[in-house]
């Protein structure tokens, strides 16, 4: 199984994701066919690709958007796939709709064509099992927007042939993307490392320690983050990211660590959505007063250090279990989620016993099983090691 600049790239689901991933493909060369059961996403896409390649044009990124849109090709009927090298399917996250959809597009490729699902949460090795060819099948996953966001994340099954990995890596080194390679279980690599980020955030707003606009604070002006969890939250959508932390919950066996919170429940419940429905944790609505940060630096700072050592322990135990290698994480959380620093490059400047004893005073303090340090974060302390 090769694919080379000839092969074209089939790509199931036309959304948000699903578009911006034929986009990529499109302007590295590739013939793409783009498929979705409503032909309303199909049209949106086309002309959401069309202005976004103009766009490009103008701004001198591509030569031709012409070119480019002339290599797309919106398809209402999966037939139109069976000349694909690699399909990419981008449907709604629902495990039983995803294996059916696999299943109808395993009669019409060839033997040779690989299959890639783009799901954030879902485990890539049930989606093989319902295929006849489980080893043909992979996780590729974008963040998104796609056409912006460098990470690629590339999963394989247990059953996936191990020789389409170095494919896959060199495919998406072509489309100009920095692959890393993370092990199949749930949430692989940022959808898990980056969890505390939201989790333990709410956690100390809800125990009253400080609000979310102080949090929001502490993270940007003393952690260099781009975002607050709360500003964050509200950007990707409660819809979105409270079902990735209940699915990766729920995958983890009910793992306290990843257990999520009544506080971002009750905002979907409420149908408050975030940015997308005008409210959130924040309200975007004209001329709404959002709570100003108390501007604490030293309670900033212990906010920060809580929040980025709940981080720092997730990683490290990611390390230990090996769901990727040091570098690849540094990588995941640096290019997926622009995180500014390595969490393990973070851990070496702190000092591995510096974090350790941050975590062993919360644990101390909470007597929940949420706050155990890795083991691996133990050793380190001890040896006084370095992870990078
Ligand atoms: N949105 C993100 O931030 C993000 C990031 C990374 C990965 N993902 C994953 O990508 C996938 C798609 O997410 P999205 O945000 O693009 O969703 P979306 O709702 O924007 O788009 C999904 C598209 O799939 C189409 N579709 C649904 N069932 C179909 C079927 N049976 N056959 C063909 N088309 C079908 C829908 O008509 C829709 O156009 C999900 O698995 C999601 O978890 C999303």
């Known amino acids: 199984m090769a694919i080379n600049q000839d092969s074209i790239i089939g790509v199931i689901g036309s959304g948000a994701m699903g578009a911006g991933i034929a986009h990529v493909a499109a302007v590295a060369g590739h013939q793409v066919v783009l498929y979705d059961t409503n032909d309303q996403a199909l049209d949106r896409a086309k002309k959401n690709l069309t202005s976004t390649l103009q766009k490009l044009q103008e701004k001198g990124k591509i030569t031709s958007a ?50 890639a699902s783009n799901t954030s949460s879902l485990s890539i090795t049930s989606i093989a099992a319902a295929c006849r060819v489980p080893e043909r099948v992979m996780g590729l996953h974008f963040f998104n927007p ?143 007063e959002n709570p100003a940060p108390a501007e604490d630096t030293a309670l900033s700072k212990e906010i920060c250090e809580r929040i980025l050592v709940m981080l720092i322990n997730e990683a490290v135990d990611a390390l230990h279990l090996n769901v990727a290698t040091a570098a690849d994480l540094e990588t995941a959380m640096t290019k997926g989620v622009n995180y500014p620093k390595g969490l393990l490059s973070w851990c070496d400047e702190w000092g591995a016993a510096k974090c350790l004893e941050k975590l062993d005073s919360l644990y101390n303090n909470y ?22």
């Open 66 to 115: 012409e070119d480019v849109l002339g290599r797309v090709s919106f398809a209402d009927n999966i037939v139109e796939f069976s000349h694909c090298g690699l399909i990419i399917e981008a449907i709604i996250e629902k495990l039983e709709v995803k294996k059916s959809v696999f299943n109808e597009v395993e009669i019409v490729v060839s033997p040779d064509c690989i299959l």
């Open 146 to 288: 796609a056409p912006l966001m460098a990470l690629v994340e590339v999963i394989p099954a247990i059953q996936t042939n191990p020789d389409l990995i170095p494919v896959a890596k060199e495919l998406m080194l072509q489309w100009g993307k920095t692959p890393v390679i993370a092990k199949d279980t749930p949430g692989f690599i940022v959808n898990r490392v980056a969890r505390p980020f939201y989790g333990e955030a709410i956690r100390i707003m809800e125990e009253g320690i400080a609000d979310k606009a102080t949090i929001d604070w502490a993270m940007t002006e003393i952690g260099g983050f781009k975002m607050g969890p709360f500003a964050l939250m509200d950007y990707i959508g409660h819809d979105v990211n409270y079902v990735v932390t209940k699915t990766v919950f729920e995958s983890f066996f009910y793992d306290p660590r990843y257990k999520p919170s009544f506080s971002q429940n009750r905002l979907l419940e409420a149908g408050w959505l975030g940015r997308k429905s005008g409210r959130g944790f924040y309200d975007y609505s004209e001329g709404a």
């Open 367 to 388: 007597h929940e099983d949420r706050y155990r340090a890795s083991c691996l974060l133990r050793k380190y302390a001890v040896e006084n090691k370095k992870f990078v």
